[in-house]
């Protein structure tokens, strides 16, 4: 599976972006997608994820009621929407696939896509 992230950008707090992860490949769609951001100076952390289907989702608690990944396995593609995003957001934000249910470790997730940058203003 390969997978390439876009869609960030600057947004001003309180407003909305929505993120897309392309894929290729044929197991995409019976793959685990999950959405990890990096600030600088700091691990790569755990956004949120996705099973194969769609129906079930897991989130950081920090994005709780605020983020919402979707997926639409016709087109490849999974996505990060980010409602009311705050300071603390700002970061570079990725996509991976093919970990195992509840994994919210960068370790478990075997294909990684570019990042795309996240500014949030205050």
């Known amino acids: 599976v390969q997978l390439q992230a876009s869609g960030g950008g600057l947004v001003h707090a309180g407003d909305s972006l929505r993120l897309s992860c392309a894929a290729s490949g044929h197991t995409f769609r019976s793959s685990l997608v999950a959405w990890f951001r990096q600030a600088p100076g700091k691990e790569r952390e755990f956004v949120g994820a996705?099973?194969?289907?769609?129906?079930?989702?897991y989130y950081a608690d920090s994005v709780v009621g605020r983020f919402t990944i979707s997926r639409d396995n016709a087109k490849n593609a999974a996505y990060l929407q980010m409602d009311s995003p705050k300071s603390e957001d700002t970061a570079v934000y990725y996509c991976a696939a093919n970990g195992r249910w509840g994994a919210r470790g960068p370790d478990a997730f075997g294909y990684w896509g570019q990042g795309t940058q996240v500014t949030v203003s205050s």
């Open positions: 996705i099973n194969g289907s769609g129906v079930r989702k």
